[in-house]
């Protein structure tokens, strides 16, 4: 097992993976709560080169939705950027990407941020076990309703089936998405208050979202 005891030698950081089309305020409150519940030394928001689940689904450019992530953690104590999917050649797999961190950086101990949506996709992933092995996973506790099993059954399967370690993190409610802004955004609507106002000018000033 590549996981081990955390120790004080050891610096702890939370990958917070996605697409980010576009970032917004529910990634940032995630991010915070891992930082703080887990007493994190930093989180890594890691924009997805071109995620091979949404090849049939228009998606923005990654140096865009790079720059709006970057906009959106600049300043914040506690939370990088990290190009280092961008970065990467081919297809970027979540199972991957870890092996590589740990190779990168044998000096850290790695927790995978995640909301109660992809806890229950996870087992479905490209060899999950893998993702199990190498890192923590960080969940949001909230109520998912299209799951099959209840909050904690599922992470008692999680547990069973691949011995994951599974920190659950005191996360409220939030109907908030990407895509309910990109659709807000289409129809001319409002959306202060849904992502940092860096982000909002910059899907105004470059047009995002419109059609």
């Not at 991957?96 to 850290?108: G, S, V, Y």
């Not at 299209?146 to 547990?159: N, T």
């Amino acid at each position: 097992m590549v996981k081990a005891e955390v120790n004080g030698k050891k610096k702890k950081v939370g990958i917070m993976g996605g697409t980010f089309d576009p970032i917004h305020n529910a990634h940032l409150s995630l991010g915070q709560c891992a930082l703080n519940q887990l007493s994190l030394d930093e989180v890594w928001f890691m924009p997805a080169k071109d995620p091979y689940f949404k090849k049939n689904k228009k998606v923005t450019p990654a140096k865009q939705r790079c720059e709006m992530t970057s906009l959106a953690v600049s300043g914040i104590e506690g939370f990088k950027l990290s190009l280092f999917e961008l970065e990467r050649e081919g297809e970027t797999y979540t199972a991957e990407t870890l092996a590589l961190l740990h190779e990168k950086h044998p000096d850290i101990f790695f927790y995978f941020i995640i909301g109660a949506d992809s806890m229950y996709q996870i087992d479905t992933w490209y060899r999950p076990e893998k993702i199990m092995e190498l890192a923590t996973l960080a969940v949001a506790g909230r109520h998912y309703p299209e799951g099959k099993r209840s909050f904690r059954e599922q992470v008692g399967y999680l547990k069973d089936r691949f011995r994951a370690d599974i920190a659950v993190l005191d996360y409220p409610e939030t109907e908030l998405s990407s895509t309910m802004i990109r659709k807000m955004v289409a129809e001319g609507r409002d959306i202060s208050g849904l992502l940092p106002d860096k982000v909002k000018e910059y899907i105004r000033e470059n047009n995002l979202y419109r059609s």
